[in-house]
């Protein structure tokens, strides 16, 4: 169970939503080497359609935060 008490705390939902932007880009950038686009070209290009990171990761925390609290009533 401790695993969940970890997943459910603040710092690991943030490195969950933070790996799975990660995976997501990786996965993008890679589609994109496919098609023959330089590394470079891909990872900004994948970068640019995801959009704000940085947003994204704090959208999920409010999220996470919500189902948390609400949890924990």
Known sequence: MNWL???????????????????????????????????SDAETRAKREFGNITLAEERSRETWDFVVESWAK
């Open 5 to 39: 008490r970890q997943l459910l705390t603040r710092d690991g939902l943030k490195n969950e939503a933070a790996e799975e932007i990660r995976q997501h880009l990786q996965e993008r950038t890679e589609a994109l080497l496919a098609e023959r686009l330089s590394h």
